[in-house]
């Protein structure tokens, strides 16, 4: 490790090759082009790699890097477009590219190129019928063992990103003057060849606290024993079993068994691989083994459970319960991190696929959890230590969870008694305290006050006396407007709930109104009736064109202050054709280059790239009312891209991806605006109560109306002119 050097490629030495062996283009291909076409594939950088290994290439995030070639130890050998030095880089730090989409990742600006890649990938998923959220489904015969058989006995491979990628380069055209990549590098004289691949261990990408927001890539295994079969959870999908079984959702079914025996030690045998692939010594390979004794070969999945490495793309009920519950004993930060954003998404997307009740029941059969009966005093007590508690304290801790951060008493409120009964019925002395705890939590929560819920406020500022506009527009304060704008908004935009958003009527015909939701997309609607109103109801040319500049001016403030709602919906009805007809009244305005630099944030095209990279710009915790419209659109388009089937089961990768629309949406609830409530919310409140009664014909009319009055004016004009006036 000390005496490697990083390649510095001799771009003379490659460039000759090209010039000889294409007479077409010998005087114009460039040497980095010519490196270019040697690589095997691009990538494109998901987090910032640094690292203090001449050997290693350093990088930033957004980067795009090509690389030349691929270790089975994860490490790829990669260079910077129009650089010298070839370098190792770790691959669970970067995503592969196909041509088309480098090619267009490369025209679209560096910061924002992670956020377009997620937004291709999401819209480029195949749809598919959704079929809503979770209903009890009509009983059905049982599927037989030779049946079921039949049907599971195959799952087609799983194409990455949509193409595969090539494994090794094309041969060149002609005689190339090398045989490998690493002979053409090592030919430099200024190089030492690529350089080995690295021993030290593969670093894991940084873990994301709180929240999904960019698809986490998936760490490369350290050689191909470590894995697990079909039991384990982590087993690729290539190892699972032929017979698969039915999948049960009805609550009239019989909840899954958990009782039984159970087999990890392919598991074991991989971490025990990973230890000496982490430490190079044997000795400590051996000491994990012999410390993975069968107590903790606990999770036992079915034949249906998919994964793609740590993802779970496919699982049965059964099969998420008991990742859900399961203690893994992990003490590792990354590890927690991932299990608290597992259970984060099963508990606010588990009414999708089954109801309240029958979670409640398969955690208490869960709990309830039997010995084998072959073990004797001193394995069953080894049994109840190492299997038996942990399991009931997650499960107890699992509800403490449901309580607290995932409304359970606000959407299942008759779970609430059947869960202060069966903690009451608790006897095992270790249990009892935690038993008790909740129960307070679920009395502490009954009799609270609502108010101590709502959004964490700052001190309120106090406001300046208000200008006296006996409701003239023109004479409001712009900024006072857009502040008392956000305070409003965010009021309605924190009440909105992650069974609403999920429950959203545009992909579920049928199911009841979403009030929190629908009360605050109604107010962007009212708000651009308000803009258009105000404009076409002045009947003087020079109030209409300061009408408009008024809103422009409000629209701006409305950015800064993160309120991106009221924002997206003033310039809307500033761009819509109502408006936009009124040529005489746009010649008179002074605020156009605003409004045109703040029309391309609401562009719809190239799937909101614009409005994307604003809100990412915004940091954690800050004041901000988002433009869910957008995040509405993804909800549906990730309904249509994936379903749940018998034949594979319910489809986790959906409720993930929901679950990180979902987190985006609602992440900026917590921290309200710390503007005092003036006399100016009582104005708002009035004019968005009175635009709910026009229509667009009514405004389709007033617009033409005021269109011909200003044509009649300005033929006026013209003949005073030509008159002499």
Same mark, same amino acid.
């Given at each position: 490790m000390n005496g490697r050097q990083p390649l510095h490629l001799d771009i003379s030495s490659?460039?000759?090759?090209?010039?000889?062996?294409?007479?077409?283009?010998?005087?114009?291909?460039?040497?980095?082009?010519?490196?270019?076409?040697?690589?095997?594939?691009?990538?494109?950088?998901?987090?910032?790699?640094?690292?203090?290994?001449?050997?290693?290439?350093?990088?930033?995030? +957004?980067?795009?890097?090509d690389i030349f070639q691929q270790e089975d130890t994860g490490w790829w050998a990669a260079m910077r477009r129009g650089g010298t030095t070839l370098g190792w880089i770790p691959m669970a730090f970067v995503k592969e590219l196909s041509e088309e989409m480098t090619d267009k990742l490369l025209r679209v600006k560096e910061e924002i190129r992670v956020y377009e890649y997620e937004a291709e990938q999401l819209y480029e998923q195949p749809v598919a019928r959704y079929n809503g959220l979770y209903e009890p489904p009509e009983p059905s015969p049982p599927i037989t063992d030779t049946a079921a058989a039949a049907s599971y006995s195959s799952t087609p491979p799983l194409k990455q990103n949509g193409y595969t990628r090539p494994v090794r380069p094309l041969p060149l055209a002609g005689p190339p003057p090398v045989s490998t990549t690493r002979e053409l590098f090592s030919s430099s004289p200024h190089s030492a060849g690529i350089p080995p691949s690295p021993i030290t261990p593969?670093?894991?990408?940084?873990?994301?606290? /709180?929240?999904?927001?960019?698809?986490?890539?998936?760490?490369?295994?350290?050689?191909?024993?470590?894995?697990?079969?079909?039991?384990? $959870?982590?087993?690729?999908p290539s190892s699972r079993a032929i017979r698969r079984e039915p999948l049960?959702?009805?609550?009239?079914?019989?909840?899954?068994?958990?009782?039984?025996?159970?087999s990890l030690t392919g598991s074991i045998r991989g971490r025990s691989n990973k230890v000496l692939q982490l430490t190079g010594e044997d000795d400590a390979a051996g000491q994990h083994r012999a410390g993975s004794v069968a107590w903790n070969q606990l999770a036992?999945?079915?034949?249906?459970?998919?994964?793609? /490495?740590?993802?779970?793309?496919?699982?049965?009920?059964?099969?998420?319960?008991?990742?859900?519950?399961?203690?893994?004993?992990?003490?590792?930060?990354?590890?927690?991190?991932?299990?608290?954003?597992?259970?984060?998404?099963? &508990?606010?997307?588990?009414?999708?696929?089954?109801?309240?009740?029958?979670?409640?029941?398969?955690?208490?059969?869960?709990f309830e959890l039997t010995p084998p009966s072959d073990l004797d005093q001193e394995a069953l007590s080894t049994w109840i230590e190492k299997v038996q508690l942990p399991i009931q304290s997650r499960i107890l801790a699992v509800f403490q969870t449901w309580l607290e951060e995932h409304r359970l008493l606000e959407e299942e409120p008759h779970i609430a008694s059947k869960l202060?009964?069966?903690?009451?019925?608790?006897?095992?002395?270790?249990?009892?305290?935690?038993?008790?705890?909740?129960?307070?939590?679920?009395?502490?929560?009954?009799?609270?006050?609502?108010?101590?819920?709502?959004?964490?406020?700052?001190?309120?500022?106090?406001?300046?006396?208000?200008?006296?506009?006996?409701?003239?527009? &023109?004479? &409001?304060?712009?900024?006072?407007?857009?502040?008392?704008?956000?305070v409003f908004e965010h009021k309605l935009y924190s009440k909105i709930t992650p069974q609403e958003l999920l429950a959203h009527p545009k992909f579920k015909? /049928?199911?009841?109104?979403?009030?929190?939701?629908?009360?605050?997309?109604?107010?962007?609607?009212?708000?651009?009736?308000?803009?258009?109103?105000?404009?076409?109801?002045?009947?003087?040319?020079?109030?209409?064109?300061?009408?408009?500049?008024?809103?422009?001016?409000?629209?701006?403030?409305?950015?800064? $202050?993160?309120?991106?709602?009221?924002?997206?919906?003033?310039? +809307?009805?500033?761009?819509?054709?109502?408006?936009?007809?009124?040529?005489?009244?746009?010649?008179?305005? +002074?605020?156009?280059?605003?409004?045109?630099? $703040?029309?391309?944030?609401?562009d719809p095209s190239n799937k909101w790239a614009g409005y994307r990279g604003l809100i990412a710009d915004v940091p954690a915790g800050s004041q901000c009312v988002p433009f869910i419209g957008m995040y509405l659109t993804?909800?549906?388009?990730?309904?249509?891209?994936?379903?749940?089937?018998?034949?594979?089961?319910?489809?986790?990768?959906?409720?993930?991806?929901?679950?990180?629309?979902?987190?985006?949406?609602?992440?900026?609830?917590?921290?309200?605006?710390?503007?005092?409530?003036g006399s100016t919310q009582t104005l708002i409140k009035k004019e968005l109560n009175m635009a709910t009664y026009k229509d667009s014909k009514w405004f389709y009319a007033r617009s033409q109306e005021v269109q011909h009055s200003e044509l009649a004016n300005a033929d006026i004009r013209k003949g005073l002119e030509a008159a002499g006036f």
């Open positions: 490659t460039s000759s090759y090209f010039q000889s062996s294409s007479h077409s283009s010998s005087s114009q291909s460039s040497p980095t082009t010519a490196s270019t076409e040697l690589s095997l594939f691009s990538v494109l950088c998901f987090y910032d790699f640094e690292s203090d290994d001449p050997a290693h290439l350093s990088f930033r995030k +957004n980067e795009i890097l593969m670093p894991h990408p940084p873990p994301i606290f /709180g929240s999904y927001d960019k698809p986490t890539p998936p760490t490369p295994r350290f050689d191909e024993d470590y894995g697990s079969p079909a039991s384990n $959870l982590y087993a690729s049960r959702l009805d609550p009239r079914d019989t909840p899954p068994t958990f009782n039984g025996p159970v036992s999945y079915s034949d249906k459970l998919q994964t793609d /490495g740590d993802t779970i793309r496919y699982a049965t009920l059964h099969d998420l319960v008991v990742r859900l519950t399961h203690d893994s004993m992990a003490k590792d930060p990354i590890r927690l991190a991932a299990e608290k954003t597992f259970q984060d998404i099963f &508990l606010t997307t588990f009414r999708t696929f089954t109801t309240a009740d029958v979670l409640f029941a398969v955690l208490v059969q869960r202060t009964v069966f903690l009451k019925d608790q006897r095992v002395q270790k249990l009892i305290p935690l038993a008790k705890f909740i129960i307070g939590t679920i009395e502490r929560l009954t009799f609270a006050n609502p108010n101590d819920f709502i959004a964490n406020n700052s001190p309120k500022v106090k406001r300046k006396k208000s200008k006296s506009h006996k409701g003239d527009l &023109l004479k &409001l304060d712009p900024p006072d407007l857009a502040e008392q704008l956000s015909p /049928g199911s009841s109104p979403a009030t929190n939701l629908t009360n605050f997309c109604a107010t962007y609607d009212q708000l651009a009736f308000w803009v258009k109103t105000s404009v076409l109801n002045e009947e003087q040319l020079g109030r209409r064109s300061n009408a408009v500049d008024f809103w422009i001016k409000v629209a701006e403030k409305c950015k800064n $202050l993160n309120n991106f709602a009221s924002m997206s919906s003033i310039i +809307n009805a500033l761009s819509s054709s109502d408006i936009t007809r009124l040529h005489l009244t746009w010649a008179h305005i +002074n605020r156009k280059s605003p409004l045109d630099a $703040l029309l391309k944030f609401n993804d909800i549906v388009h990730i309904a249509d891209s994936f379903k749940d089937s018998e034949e594979q089961g319910i489809c986790y990768l959906q409720r993930q991806r929901w679950f990180e629309v979902i987190t985006n949406v609602l992440k900026f609830q917590n921290k309200s605006y710390a503007f005092a409530e």
